[in-house]
């Protein structure tokens, strides 16, 4: 075979690998945008922002309880009176019942976020539904709570994830501002820094108080969650519990007017 040949054998071949490449990464971000993007409606309405005309903010926590850090965040927003949403794993809450009845009882609200955060996508309606039931049954025996929040493991859902959910009653509640991969442990200015930018009136926080219900370090979150806190306080926000923030849209929807912001 000619030299030149042999050249343009291996441009193709690399151009064809090129192509592929490409190829890959398009299917990729189309999967996460269909799957995982927070504003992707395709399988089914879900909850990311609540349009009020008040400057009101919900900060929820995903993949806890994982003491000691979620009772130094619960203990810290109780302190500064500021209700926040936690998204609880159902093994964490029948390894740590006392940290999800504490979050009940200083009037946090509780949402149910899967019992093992498996990529329920991946699952059959009837592992879906089983999820969410154990999960269910173990906050109910936790603090007496009937929950009707839903946040898929990831954000992932499909068709068979809401429609299930829907089913059993319960409201997917996504998020508005941007993971700030808390969970990646970086400096609290840094995951403070990765969610202000991003806050608007009505927006929904999603910080990690847990490692998909097991144990791990999250004390950058708990610093963060005080810097995160203090700085939309100075900006005037007000904060809610995701029922609240609900309340608040239907309030303002029906009446065309804004409520009074809570005290």
Known sequence: MARSDRGRNLLTSWQTWALVGVLFVLIVLVLWYALENPRNQTFGNTVTQVPVKQKVVALTFDDGPNPPYTDEIVDYLHAQHVPATFFVVGRAVVQHPESVRKEAQDGDAIGNHSWDHAHLVLE???????????????????????????????????????????????????????????????????????????????????????????????????????????ALRAQGYWFVTVPELLRLGYLEHQSGASPSAPE
């Open 124 to 230: 059959r309606r009837p592992h879906i539904a089983r999820e969410i039931s154990m999960t269910d049954a173990a906050i109910q025996r936790a603090t007496g709570v009937k929950t009707r929040l839903f946040r898929p493991p990831f954000g992932a859902r499909d068709y068979a994830v809401i429609s299930v959910a829907r089913h059993m009653g319960y409201q997917v509640i996504m998020w508005s501002v941007p993971l700030p991969k808390d969970w990646s442990s970086p400096p609290p200015s840094v995951i403070r820094d990765r969610v202000l930018p991003y806050v608007k009136d009505g927006s929904i926080i999603v910080l990690h108080d847990g490692n998909r219900g097991m144990p791990g370090d999250r004390s950058s979150t708990v610093a963060a969650t005080k810097l995160i806190v203090e």
